[in-house]
């Protein structure tokens, strides 16, 4: 599960790595800003890496270049079987 997997992804990559930021089971990856509730913000998958859309938004942009190998393969969604 150490193994990370770099962008750019492609398209069965990023709908992995989008569901596994919704499926509710496992937490997603965030940027470091938080709502005034105390919410992550959520990123989201694209081919050349994760964004953050609520800081991009604002005109602070967020990118992250990876992501854990299991995400992108749709084997996080196995271990819920």
């Known amino acids: 599960m150490n193994e990370s997997c770099k962008v750019p992804w492609d ?3 990023i709908a992995s790595l989008n ?3 919704q499926c509710g089971y496992h937490h ?3 940027c470091g ?3 005034p509730d105390g919410s992550h913000h959520v990123l989201r998958a694209t081919r ?3 964004y953050c ?3 991009a938004a604002a005109g602070k942009p967020y990118a992250q270049d990876w992501c854990h190998e299991f995400m992108a ?3 996080w969604k196995r271990s819920r079987e």
């Open 11 to 13: 398209e069965s990559q």
């Open 19 to 21: 569901g596994y930021q």
């Open 28 to 30: 997603p990856f965030t």
């Open 33 to 35: 800003e938080r709502e």
């Open 48 to 50: 050349d890496g994760w």
């Open 53 to 55: 859309p609520i800081c």
């Open 73 to 75: 393969d749709w084997s």
